[in-house]
């Protein structure tokens, strides 16, 4: 099968279970590296042989790992992350980009950074990133590069347009899209990737601008296994666990699930509201009913005491929402899924999104209701 989850902190235990395997030619320690990140976190990183061992019983298929060879294996594990650790370039510095991208540069990985709106890549600039002048010259200078953009226009032109992602890959480099795309925008750029010699992983995230702050964002990986090993380490400074789901478009499907039930959730939580307060009940103590209860939820107690005072700073824009229910809403049509409450809840987003609400919170989907 081929999902697995990883959360931060249990790949010592995975490791001491590899290295048990015989392996005759390969010592453990050549094959797994104890990375010490900045803030004293340290994690493993499996690489090389070991893994083409576990994963394709005994393949002499060798996976394209740049840590694990021509290591000197006498050199101490640290010496050797430090050396090895890839070049990173972020493209998309909007309300997750940046703060993924800060933590990238905070744990001390050498990141180029490129935005649309160059204004956006000053801050990071000043606290060590380099300027990327495109997305092409970006890709070409580093060895992972991850988008983080608005939608699947967004991401098919930073990708495939002119001066685009694919222009700079070539063998031994990858594109990590972590934008909430559909499959079908997904496939396009993998396909386009791919054929350059590069690998592809879609990585879209569940969490926002906190846990982007946090690093600890949850990755919804899928497509190459190899770029998903490699990158593992950048996604753990970003998150706090990974799911790899398989073959591309998983990762965006599982994404689009979870926000189309997101979305349904904070319309249903916006019409409690309104219907409460209209029938003469306190709404901070809707909101308190509802957090001692079964169905409390983080969102409903980090949204609702702002939802109360009509104040929706941005964390996740509503138009990011209303398009993800939009994707959703065409998934569903694919496979001839009803999903009739995901359609009502994106209805009163469509509604809050005309009304002006757009780069709002997504939790002023409510103002539609009043
Ligand atoms: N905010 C959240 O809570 C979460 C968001 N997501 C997803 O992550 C992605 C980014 O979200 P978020 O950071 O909130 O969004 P923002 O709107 O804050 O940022 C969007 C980014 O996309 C860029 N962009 C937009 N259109 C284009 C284009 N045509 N060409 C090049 N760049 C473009 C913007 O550049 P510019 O600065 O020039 O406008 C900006 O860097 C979205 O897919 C969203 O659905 C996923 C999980 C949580
Ligand atoms: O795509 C946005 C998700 C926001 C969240 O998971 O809190």
């Not at 998150?239 to 039930?261: Q, T």
Request: with cysteine; aromatic share 6%; glycine share 10%.
């Amino acid at each position: 099968m081929a999902t697995s989850m990883v959360a931060r902190g249990s790949a010592p235990l995975l490791l001491r279970s590899m290295a048990l395997l015989p392996s005759p030619t390969i010592g453990a320690q050549r094959c797994a590296t104890l990375v010490t990140l900045r803030g004293g976190r340290q994690h493993f990183v499996l690489t090389g042989q070991l893994q083409s061992r576990m994963g394709a019983g005994n393949s002499p298929v060798v996976h394209q790992c740049r840590r694990c060879f021509g290591v000197r294996a006498s050199a101490s594990a640290e010496a050797e992350s430090s050396e090895k650790k890839p070049t990173v370039g972020f493209l998309g510095l909007g309300i997750m980009g940046v703060a993924m991208a800060r933590n990238l540069v905070k744990a001390g990985y050498d990141v180029t950074v490129w935005n649309r709106s160059p204004s956006k890549c000053d801050a990071l600039v000043k606290e060590g990133a380099k300027f990327g002048a495109s997305p092409k010259g970006t890709s070409a200078a580093c060895d992972i590069t991850f988008g983080m953009l608005a939608d699947p226009a967004a991401a098919i032109a930073v990708a495939l347009g002119e001066d685009g992602v694919v222009k700079g890959l070539g063998p031994n480099k990858g594109y990590v899209d972590v934008s909430t795309v559909d499959a079908e925008t997904s496939k396009a750029i993998a396909e386009a990737v791919r054929a350059t010699g590069a690998q592809f992983l879609e990585a879209p995230v569940s969490g926002s601008k906190k846990p982007a702050e946090d690093g600890t964002l949850i990755f919804l990986t899928a497509g190459d296994r190899a770029l998903y090993d490699e990158a593992s380490p950048i996604l753990d400074v970003m998150g706090k666990s990974r799911f790899y789901l398989g073959d591309v478009g998983k990762g965006a499907a599982m994404k689009l699930v979870v926000n189309m039930v997101m979305g349904s959730m904070m319309a249903s939580f916006s019409e409690g509201l309104v219907l409460g307060e209209k029938v003469g009940l306190d709404p901070e103590t809707i909101v308190q009913v509802i957090g001692q209860g079964a169905i409390n939820a983080p969102m409903f107690a980090m949204k609702g005491p702002s939802m109360v005072k009509s104040a929706y700073p941005p964390a996740f824009p509503l138009k990011h929402q209303q398009k993800d229910l939009r994707l959703a809403i065409a998934l569903a049509e694919e496979v001839s899924q009803e999903i009739p409450v995901a359609a009502a809840a994106n209805g009163l987003f469509v509604r809050a999104k005309k009304d002006g609400r757009g780069d709002d919170d997504f939790s002023a989907v409510i103002e539609a209701l009043k």
